[in-house]
């Protein structure tokens, strides 16, 4: 489903040249959960940013869905981000002016269009049915991360990538949050990569890439 | 449809929950919009309220004054300064096609005297028709009659102030006053007259036979009769064009003008004056509508602003919806909508708040004010174009924005 072939990444500063990606190749099947691992600094967020669809590489090509997207512009990426890609950030990015439920709702906007039962569905999923008309204000931080879950689930997408998704969570907030991902892989079979840290949370998942100055280092199968 | 349904959820969103801001930023656009309604409806007013005074006297109604009309080419003998129309030239100008009626009209000062009461006074000598010609209004008695007229009968018609000032709350007509040396019987008071030109308040109006007989002779080399204006008035308003060409050239032959030479009568229809004041009043309308057009400019500047100011407290939003989906054209559009709604609801309130504080100044009689639709419209869809103009740069900004880096700010 993912085909990564010697992915590169330069970004510009000032007048030198920071490559944080140095050739990367990869594969990821349909309904794989997989883990990126590795030191900050490593390129995992922006391996994540391309896999994502929010930014192109420098050289290399990307196939997602045999398509390859390497090369699109900004509003064709756009298009596959709203229908086939499921963000869930460390930070949650949830509009603070907004409930829950318009939360979830906003991310359907961009993915063909606002259906409200689907959205209280997916927060009923997360376990938050009593909290869909509370704004994040009023909301713990693993209620937040849950919200940004199941704005991800109401979007239907292909592929779900979560970046450090308990990096600011308690350990116990962080685990029914892991919880939430893993049992969503295997009760309905969801593709879905996930950035960490923390190898406890990498046990969960069936397959580890470990990422170490832009480039794969090991690959484990757990 | 549904898209834009999402569209306009996205801007309600953007704009209700800063509520106080939204209204600060449209406050340079009500300020401005309301401005230009109620200046613009006093400039309609007053010009209404001009052509309206114009058009009592008759829009049927040519005059006739002797001396050129006043050029930019240099001295000439202006109007007035010279005596060259006479009753004969008149009574010419009955014989012409469409013409209905001829007033010549002459005039001089005297001191009017009523038992212990006198005043000065602009006689004028006319004949019966001028009642018809200039639509004069009685307010008691009549008008002396065309018998009185030619035989000469020593009676006055006087206008109301004339009335009050000489005869207090009695009842003139009938009353004999002394004008001059000469003996008169009043006849007829006119109606109060409030027109801003030409009011008939303090005129008198006597025979012009009588004014010839007895107070000023003055006659031509020819023997004619001078008088100092002629007025008259046509049957049919479109024909007007035509008889102001018969009148020239009847006039030119009868005083012996060759051709190349200036002529020595000036003409001049109420149309033509109409008209004249028609394009100075919206000259002056239009003055007033630049000047708080100015205001609406500013207004703009301010929602430009304050939208540039939005776009960056709200990078992450815009970071975020990139995240989800959301596509430059999207973003573009939810500020431009933003922008134009905030503007358009600006612009309505200042319609509201313009039209109201015209409609308060007439009826408290502080001005005459009209609000036209056509201005209204114009004001509308002026502030919603502001809003697009002056929302275009910040909603680009917006929808240009990286959103890895969008999403990245705090």
Not at chain 2, 286 to 298: D, E, F, Q, T
Not at chain 2, 317 to 335: C, S
């Amino acid at each position: 489903m993912i085909k990564l072939q010697n992915i590169t990444k330069v970004y510009p500063m000032g007048k030198r040249e920071l490559t944080v990606l140095k050739g990367v190749s990869l594969n990821i099947e349909q309904g794989e959960l997989v883990a990126i691992m590795g030191p900050s600094g490593s390129g995992k967020t922006t391996l994540m940013n391309l896999i994502g669809c929010l930014d192109t590489p420098t050289s290399g090509s990307y196939y997602l869905d045999n398509k390859e997207v390497s090369h699109l512009k900004g509003g064709e990426l756009a298009v596959i981000r709203g229908q086939k890609i499921g963000f869930i950030f460390q930070t949650f990015n949830l509009l603070s002016r907004l409930t829950a439920l318009a939360n979830v709702e906003l991310g359907m906007t961009y993915a063909g269009g606002v259906d409200r039962k689907r959205a209280i569905e997916a927060l009923a999923s997360v376990g938050l049915a009593e909290r869909v008309h509370h704004r994040p204000i009023e909301l713990s931080g693993g209620e937040q991360q849950r919200v940004a879950i199941a704005r991800a689930i109401a979007k239907n997408p292909t592929l779900f990538l979560a970046d450090e998704p308990t990096g600011q969570l308690d350990s116990h907030s962080g685990e029914e949050v892991i919880s939430i991902l893993t049992s969503l892989h295997a009760e309905q079979g969801v593709t879905l990569i996930m950035v960490t840290h923390d190898a406890n949370i990498a046990s969960h998942c069936q397959r580890i890439i470990h990422l170490k100055d832009g480039e794969i280092v090991t690959e484990e199968k757990v | 449809m549904k898209r834009w349904l999402s569209l306009l959820g996205s801007v309600w969103i953007g704009l209700s929950t800063h509520k106080l801001r939204s209204f600060l930023t449209i406050l340079g656009v009500v300020i401005g919009v309301a401005s230009v309604i109620t200046l613009m409806s006093v400039g309609r007013g007053t010009q209404q309220t001009i052509l309206s005074n114009i058009e009592s006297m008759g829009t049927d109604l040519i005059t006739i004054s002797p001396g050129a009309s006043v050029g930019f080419g240099g001295v000439r003998s202006t109007g007035g300064s010279v005596q060259t129309l006479t009753q004969e030239d008149a009574e010419a100008l009955a014989g012409l096609d469409y013409v209905s009626a001829v007033a010549p009209y002459s005039s001089s000062s005297l001191q009017l005297i009523y038992g212990s009461e006198n005043m000065g006074a602009q006689i004028m000598g006319v004949t019966a028709e001028y009642y018809e010609v200039m639509n004069l209004e009685m307010g008691s008695g009549g008008f002396f009659t065309d018998f009185q007229y030619q035989s000469g009968t020593r009676v006055a018609v006087i206008g109301y102030e004339v009335a009050e000032t000489l005869f207090g709350t009695a009842n003139p007509v009938g009353e004999e006053m002394r004008m001059g040396t000469v003996i008169v019987r009043v006849v007829g008071v006119l109606a109060e007259d409030d027109s801003m030109f030409s009011s008939t308040d303090s005129a008198v109006y006597i025979p012009l036979t009588v004014l010839q007989q007895t107070i000023s002779q003055e006659r031509t080399a020819q023997g004619d009769h001078i008088v100092s204006s002629i007025a008259l008035s046509v049957t049919d308003e479109s024909k007007a064009a035509y008889v102001e060409e018969e009148i020239t050239s009847t006039l030119r032959s009868r005083h012996r003008l060759s051709t190349g030479e200036d002529d020595d009568f000036t003409i001049r229809s109420v149309q033509e004056i109409a008209e004249m004041i028609t394009e100075t009043t919206e000259n002056m309308t239009m003055l007033l509508g630049a000047i708080a057009a100015i205001a609406l400019l500013v207004g703009g500047i301010g929602v430009m602003n304050i939208m540039l100011v939005s776009v960056l407290e709200r990078t992450r939003e815009i970071g975020i919806r990139k995240a989800l989906g959301a596509r430059e054209t999207d973003i573009w559009l939810q500020f431009l909508i933003e922008a134009a709604l905030l503007t358009f609801a600006g612009g309505l309130i200042g319609v509201i708040l313009g039209a109201g504080l015209s409609l308060v100044m007439n009826v408290t009689g502080i001005y005459t004010t009209v609000i036209s639709v056509d201005i209204i419209i114009l004001a509308v869809s002026v502030s919603i174009g502001i809003g697009l103009f002056f929302g275009f740069y910040p909603a680009w900004n917006a929808s240009r924005l990286n959103p890895i880096e969008a999403l990245r700010s705090e």
